[in-house]
């Protein structure tokens, strides 16, 4: 497993299938990705659980493709 640790504000979230899915904006506690809401599509926050994260390297790399987090992400205002 990933610790919340490694990531950092910024980076670049990678779905599986190598598409962009959003930048980090911070960590929400110890278990959720806060992505920016100027990166999103529909201008909202967008939270992914750390559980979701496959590896990090210079980006935030997820275990689901990007059709499945954008239908499985919270969304905040």
């Known amino acids: 497993m990933v610790a ?3 990531i950092r504000e910024h980076m670049e979230v990678r779905a599986a299938d190598g598409s962009h899915v959003g930048t980090v904006d911070h960590m929400e506690g110890d278990s959720r990705i806060k992505l920016t809401r100027s990166d999103s599509k529909d ?3 967008h939270l992914i659980p750390l559980d ?3 590896h990090v390297d210079a980006h935030v790399h997820l275990n689901k493709d990007a059709q499945e987090v954008e239908s499985q992400w919270s969304t905040m205002n």
């Open 4 to 6: 919340a640790s490694e």
């Open 43 to 45: 201008g909202q926050h």
């Open 52 to 54: 979701w994260v496959d």
